[in-house]
């Protein structure tokens, strides 16, 4: 059963640096394509980000594009959101999510392509 795990969230002032961390403790996540996706309060889940399986293509959305960057280590199990210039408007629960379905598919970043998802992390943006 993939599990999967966020971490690195947190209080951080206007224009500031966060890198979160999405790890499957006892699973291969080179297997999957992985995303990002947030929820703000009051809005819909949206989709931040994903990479495909070997880390080489990624895809961002327009809202993050420039400030964002997704990586992989694979060797680590581990999957990366790094995110910098942060404003208010970053402010939600961010969660990762595993899609075994390919990339084609997986990069549309729509939620029902991805079958197993972790709890979240809060990312506070606020001075």
């Known amino acids: 059963q993939l599990q999967l795990v966020e971490s690195g969230g947190g209080l951080v002032q206007p224009g500031g640096s966060l890198r979160l961390s999405c790890a499957a403790p006892?699973?291969?996540?080179?297997?999957?394509?992985i995303a990002w996706f947030r929820q703000a309060p009051g809005k819909e889940r949206e989709g931040v980000s994903c990479i495909n399986s070997g880390g080489a293509l990624t895809k961002h959305a327009d809202s993050v594009k420039g400030r964002f960057t997704t990586s992989r280590e694979n060797g680590k199990n581990m999957v990366y959101l790094q995110m910098n210039s942060l404003t208010p408007e970053d402010t939600a629960i961010y969660y990762c999510a595993a899609s075994d379905g390919g990339w084609l598919r997986s990069r549309r970043l729509w939620e029902v392509d991805y079958g197993y998802w972790g709890r979240g992390t809060q990312v506070t943006v606020s001075s």
């Open positions: 006892g699973v291969t996540l080179a297997d999957y394509t």
